[in-house]
């Protein structure tokens, strides 16, 4: 290998380089390397650049780069990638155990949020997993994603899970891509391993994973988000986020996920409120809230589910209204009174 040449440093580079080392590194970075799957072999191919992927000798299938509304390997209709043109998803002809994981360092000092979308679909009756990833042991059907020690075995599911982000059970499964989050703030300073895990022995499980993002950042999240939606608008409200001497708040963006997959909606403003226009009606939406800073994007709020359609307030009725429906009554029952007695006076007088 040819050594690089060296060259004599100048006043000027001194100064720039200097500069460099006395400000203060300023970035909200995005932790994870390809956590939308959109870098893989193409449709159908098992492998994403960023990912190490295991199974357990022996299973059948494995996570695919799927697209559009099948899966990869068998034709069933699942939910689209809610992000991009890929999702890393679950396929298989037979049993087995298949993982992805990544190793990310979280900077110190920094606050750090992980974010995912997740979609399961089971072919298989409603079953209780065992806390296991081996697929010989029966039944064993389940999903779950963890933050794991590194160093610990692929299908760990003891002492090496640091925490676990999600977990599905084998019981009845909800439509559509769910939005998960979690402050990995705590992790600073150390390497953790994201693994994404399936097992599968009773029939298809359909795992679906796109979206995974840790964003690194000095600010904050939201720390919650209040919703309220009129028809095709929800008005998102959240505390400010204050900036820090790296980085300056500019604005916020809202996003807005909607159930069972589609095209996200976005707006962005200055301050709270903001209100994010164009939802479909009568579908249900997770809504979330970051800081636009002078260096990037910070990490999200925690989720807010946003219904399909807002629940419908009765209307108040009038204090007129009562009145007159009250006199209404009473004229009635004295008509019907007094054609009553005249009745009766005609029948005596007879």
Known sequence: MACPRHYRLGSGTALVLLAGILTPAAHAAELVVNGGFEQNAGAGSMGFSGWQAMSQP???????????????????????PPQGVFAAMSDQPGPGAHALYQDIAIPSGKSATLSVQVYLQNAAAPSVAPATLDFLTVPNQQARIDIMDPAAPWNDVGAGVLANVFQWSGGATAGGYQSIQLDVTAYAGRTIRLRLAEVDNRQSLFFGVDAVSVISSDVTPPASVG??????????????????????????????VPAGGGDT?????????????????GVAYTCTVAAQTSVGSGPSSPPVTVPGSPAAAAAPIPAWSLLSTLLASLLVLGGVGLGARRRAVRVLRR
Request: proline content about 9%.
């Open 227 to 256: 919703a309220d939606r009129q028809g095709n608008t929800v008005t998102l409200t959240f505390p400010p986020v204050a900036s820090t001497p790296t980085e300056t708040v500019t604005g916020y963006q809202a996003q807005c």
């Open 58 to 80: 022996g299973s059948q299938g494995g996570f695919y780069a799927q697209q559009g509304s099948q899966s990869a390997l068998t034709p069933v209709a699942v939910a689209a």
């Open 265 to 281: 909606i976005t707006a962005t403003g200055t301050q709270s409120p903001i209100a994010v226009s164009g939802l479909v009606p």
